[in-house]
């Protein structure tokens, strides 16, 4: 499966990354990337799951791994849209670190284990354009009981994700919440 996904990314005034997805008209450092689905774990699991212990994870949990223009998907299936703007994100910032994909793709997940500041400069954009594919959307959701309005609910789970155990807990959830866009 390949999804392709065009996006332009632009900061807010408090200067937290943010992403927008838009038409024609979008800005010049907007990039058009597809993502092909692979139905197997990433060529550096034992690294990341030494990291972040990932596999007991996945035994409950989808959990996706961005390699430059592929999504791994360890447990199969349909990869939910917002999730493919996410990957998205990470798979255009990886290509831009050096010509050599494949390169490009292992320095950033180097330093993405390594360095929680980098980990979070980079989880900060992708969440943010998993949220903006709601906000673009907002029009048509449903009502949410005991939520005001349903983009309050998505993104306190895409916040709760991102100030969870899965990245480290490397930000609290009114700091993702703020950082997203909310």
């Known amino acids: ?3 392709s996904l065009r996006w332009c990314g632009q900061g807010t005034k408090s200067g937290n990354p943010k992403v ?5 008209e979008c800005a010049t450092d907007s990039l058009e990337v ?4 692979v139905e197997a774990l990433p060529p550096n699991i034992d690294q990341v799951d030494a990291a972040f212990g990932v596999r007991k994870i996945l035994d409950r949990h ?12 360890p447990k199969g299936g349909t990869i939910p849209p917002p999730i493919m703007a996410h ?7 990886q ?7 494949d390169k490009a793709v292992r320095r950033w997940w180097d330093a993405y284990i390594a360095d929680p500041a980098f980990r979070l400069d980079e989880e900060i ?8 594919w709601w906000r673009a959307r907002a029009h048509t959701l449903r009502r949410i009981k005991g939520w005001r309005s349903p983009m309050d609910w998505h993104l306190q789970q895409i916040a709760a994700r991102l100030s969870g155990p899965l ?3 490397m930000i609290s959830l009114s700091e993702a919440k703020r950082a997203i866009g909310g």
């Open 1 to 3: 499966m390949v999804s």
């Open 20 to 24: 927008t997805f838009c038409g024609e």
């Open 34 to 37: 597809k993502m092909r689905v």
């Open 62 to 73: 989808p959990v996706y791994f961005s390699w430059g223009d592929k999504v791994f998907s």
């Open 87 to 93: 990957e998205a994100v990470h798979g255009a910032r």
């Open 95 to 101: 290509a831009r670190l050096d010509q050599d994909l």
């Open 125 to 132: 954009p992708a969440h943010a354009a998993e949220y903006e």
């Open 167 to 169: 990245y480290g807990r």
